[in-house]
């Protein structure tokens, strides 16, 4: 069974950082592209970032571009997203996603983490 | 980036009775490689996403068959035959085609 397990969120102040994780199981992890998506109290969903299977490729948003760096260790099933230079409007609701083997995006979310930017 | 607009964004349904939702891009969704990015996704209330359908008409393992998908290009459909009461939710259009990937607004689906 898949599994995508995030945890990090938490409660900052403005300019200061925090590291996500994501701990996959149940898949082989090193063949998947990952993201991370997220979605803002009562709003939509946005997507932040991706990676490629061996991390030598990353996508960003330009909301957060220059600020968040998408990395991966397929030697831990684990991918994380560090977060600099936090910002209020970077509170939200953190879910990692799996792409499909087809190409297709967010066939797999996990449950999410809450992280909050305030002072 | 692209913009996909959704319609209705509020959606009150009678349990059994059709539903139906747009999805039209600012911009054709086909890929170089020919297939459309093209996905729909269910939020249930305090849960998180999840994917129904794939590359515009791809139903997802253990979707239910009164959900479908449709569309081409620039314009999507997602239709639900027969409302139940546990397709209460949020759903979304979403687009891998180009980067940034983007979210429709979400249309909020409700039992009248």
Same mark, same amino acid.
């Given at each position: 069974e898949v599994q995508l397990v995030e945890s990090g969120g938490g409660v900052v102040q403005p300019g200061e950082s925090l590291t996500l994780s994501c701990a996959a199981s149940g898949f082989t992890f090193t063949t998947y592209w990952?993201?991370?998506?997220?979605?803002?109290?009562?709003?939509?969903l946005e997507w932040v970032a991706n990676i490629n299977h061996d991390g030598s490729e990353q996508y960003y948003v330009d909301s957060v571009r220059g600020r968040f760096t998408i990395s991966r260790d397929n030697t831990r099933s684990s991918l994380y997203l560090q977060m600099n230079s936090l910002r209020a409007e970077d509170t939200a609701l953190y879910y990692c996603a799996r792409r499909d083997a087809s190409g297709a995006d967010a066939g797999y979310w996990g449950q999410g983490t809450l992280v909050t930017v305030s002072s | 980036d692209v913009v996909l607009t959704q319609s209705p964004l509020s959606l009150p349904v009678t349990v059994?009775?059709?539903?139906? /939702?747009?999805? +039209?891009?600012?911009?054709?969704?086909?890929?170089?490689d020919g297939n459309t990015y093209l996905n729909w996704f269910q939020?249930?209330?305090?849960?998180?996403? +999840? +994917?129904l359908i794939y590359k515009v008409s791809n139903r997802d393992s253990g979707v239910p068959d009164r959900f479908s998908g449709s569309g081409s290009a620039t314009d999507? !459909?997602?239709? /639900?035959?027969? @409302?139940e009461a546990e397709d209460v939710g949020v759903y979304y259009c979403m687009q891998g085609t180009?980067?940034?990937? !983007?979210?429709?607004?979400? !249309? *909020? @689906?409700? /039992? *009248?």
């Open positions: 990952m993201g991370w998506v997220r979605q803002a109290p009562e709003k939509g | 059994g009775q059709p539903a139906s /939702i747009s999805c +039209r891009s600012s911009q054709s969704l086909v890929f170089s939020q249930r209330p305090g849960q998180s996403p +999840r +994917r999507f !459909t997602l239709k /639900i035959s027969r @409302v180009h980067w940034p990937k !983007t979210f429709g607004q979400g !249309t *909020k @689906v409700e /039992i *009248k």
